[in-house]
């Protein structure tokens, strides 16, 4: 599975922008598909997260302000950012779970199997 992120860049501060994340490979190998994010000197945290019920679990810091969808179809996961803070610079990776394991959605980082390389996200105040 190669997960290819795109969308990054530098955004003003209350703006909004999208992410998309476009799986290749053996995409039905995979269940979970969901955004995480790391900033300089900080953990990768959980941003979005789409489970294999349709679930959606979101990272506090982002509740009301980012959605996650996904588009079958189109075997691609977006995450639409709205009312954009500096806080949110970060570099976003998107990543998947293996469908061998449960489809339930986690938080851990480790929890997920495939991952992509990332896209940097820089907004400015």
């Known amino acids: 599975v190669q997960l290819q992120a795109s969308g990054g860049g530098l955004v003003q501060a209350g703006r909004s922008h999208r992410l998309s994340c476009a799986a290749s490979g053996n995409i039905f190998s995979i269940n979970v598909m969901g955004w995480y994010r790391q900033a300089p000197g900080k953990q990768r945290e959980l941003v979005a997260q789409?489970?294999?019920?349709?679930?959606?679990r979101y990272g506090d810091s982002v509740k009301g302000r980012f959605t996650i969808s996904r588009d079958n179809g189109k075997n691609t996961v977006y995450l639409q950012m709205n009312s954009l803070k500096p806080e949110d610079t970060a570099v976003y990776y998107c990543?998947?779970?293996?469908?061998?394991?449960?489809?339930?959605?986690?938080?851990?980082?480790?929890?997920?199997?495939?991952w992509g390389k990332g896209t940097l996200v820089t907004v400015s105040s």
């Open positions: 990543a998947s779970r293996n469908a061998k394991r449960n489809g339930k959605t986690c938080p851990d980082p480790a929890y997920m199997d495939y």
């Open positions: 789409i489970g294999s019920g349709g679930k959606i």
